[in-house]
């Protein structure tokens, strides 16, 4: 039987996400796409509880959602992925934002060693297969992280990339088996940014020195005027996502 966004949205529960067909989920994102993402945050953490996270890689979206996430008071947890790989001012950014909001971020990350992954796979697998280093160090991680979860919220938007063009603010994640929510999926580089400016949210510092999308040290390096904001990701190869939202 058909459940109705608006229904949902008026007891603010929803029933496991099995139960709803693509239909419904398709219908209660249509009804947040000219909400707030303060609106979406809230009913996602009145809706899932405990079963629910988000998920940032500290670009400036996720420091936004941290921001909102804190001010909403919703107690909603909030991980990473710890490759082992990240830039220092990524860790340092971690800090900050846990100093400035008074939460803990946890970092979920792989029992795999960089020493042992080259061992078994061979050096900087990054640089020669980097699908492969991606799944080992992010993507099954965060299988590992969701298979708890009824839901997890992400930063990305529309405009980021042609694969995330399609994203839904509230869609079924084939890949991981539950429900994604995009708060941001709207959102421009110029409503971040405004936002950031606006509440003085912390964010890495690797920006205003021609990072706007920022992954691992060894697979991110500055972008020029002109080129696409995701083409210092494996600059050199075809690859513009690391596996998560694909």
Same mark, same amino acid.
């Given at each position: 039987?058909?459940?109705?966004?608006?229904?949902?949205?008026?007891?603010?529960?929803?029933?496991?996400?099995?139960?709803?067909?693509?239909?419904?989920?398709?219908?209660?994102?249509?009804?947040?796409?000219?909400?707030?993402?303060?609106?979406?945050?809230?009913?996602?953490?009145?809706?899932?509880?405990?079963?629910?996270?988000?998920?940032?890689?500290?670009?400036?979206?996720?420091?936004?959602?941290?921001?909102?996430?804190?001010?909403?008071?919703?107690?909603?947890?909030?991980?990473?992925?710890?490759?082992?790989?990240?830039?220092?001012?990524?860790?340092?950014?971690?800090?900050?934002?846990?100093?400035?909001?008074?939460?803990?971020?946890?970092?979920?990350?792989?029992?795999?060693?960089?020493?042992?992954?080259?061992?078994?796979?061979?050096?900087?697998?990054?640089?020669?297969?980097?699908?492969?280093?991606?799944?080992?160090?992010?993507?099954?991680?965060?299988?590992?992280?969701? /298979?708890?979860? &009824? $839901?997890?919220?992400?930063? +990305?938007? @529309? #405009? %980021? /990339?042609?694969? &995330? $063009?399609?994203?839904?603010? +509230?869609? @079924? #994640? %084939?890949?991981?088996?539950?429900?994604?929510?995009?708060?941001?999926?709207?959102?421009?580089?110029?409503?971040?940014?405004?936002?950031?400016?606006?509440?003085?949210?912390?964010?890495?510092?690797?920006?205003?020195?021609?990072?706007?999308?920022?992954?691992?040290?060894?697979?991110?390096?500055?972008?020029?005027?002109?080129?696409?904001?995701?083409?210092?990701?494996?600059?050199?190869?075809?690859?513009?996502?690391?596996?998560?939202?694909?």
């Amino acid at each position: 039987m058909k459940i109705g966004a608006a229904a949902l949205m008026s007891t603010r529960v929803v029933p496991p996400s099995e139960a709803l067909t693509d239909a419904d989920l398709n219908e209660l994102s249509a009804s947040f796409e000219s909400a707030p993402p303060e609106a979406v945050i809230r009913w996602a953490a009145e809706t899932y509880g405990p079963d629910i996270a988000l998920a940032t890689g500290f670009g400036a979206e996720g420091c936004v959602l941290a921001d909102i996430v804190a001010r909403s008071n919703s107690q909603m947890r909030i991980f990473y992925l710890d490759t082992g790989l990240l830039f220092p001012e990524t860790y340092a950014l971690k800090e900050r934002l846990e100093a400035r909001y008074d939460l803990t971020i946890e970092p979920h990350r792989t029992a795999l060693s960089l020493s042992e992954q080259a061992e078994t796979y061979g050096e900087r697998l990054w640089e020669r297969k980097p699908n492969e280093c991606c799944r080992l160090r992010k993507v099954e991680p965060l299988r590992q992280t969701l /298979s708890g979860l &009824r $839901a997890w919220v992400t930063a +990305i938007r @529309r #405009d %980021q /990339s042609p694969a &995330r $063009a399609g994203a839904g603010i +509230i869609e @079924r #994640d %084939q890949k991981f088996g539950l429900v994604k929510i995009n708060p941001l999926a709207t959102w421009s580089k110029i409503n971040v940014w405004s936002y950031i400016l606006k509440h003085d949210v912390p964010y890495n510092p690797l920006h205003d020195h021609g990072y706007p999308s920022i992954g691992c040290a060894p697979c991110t390096t500055p972008v020029a005027i002109g080129e696409d904001l995701r083409s210092g990701r494996w600059r050199g190869t075809a690859k513009k996502e690391c596996g998560l939202h694909q």
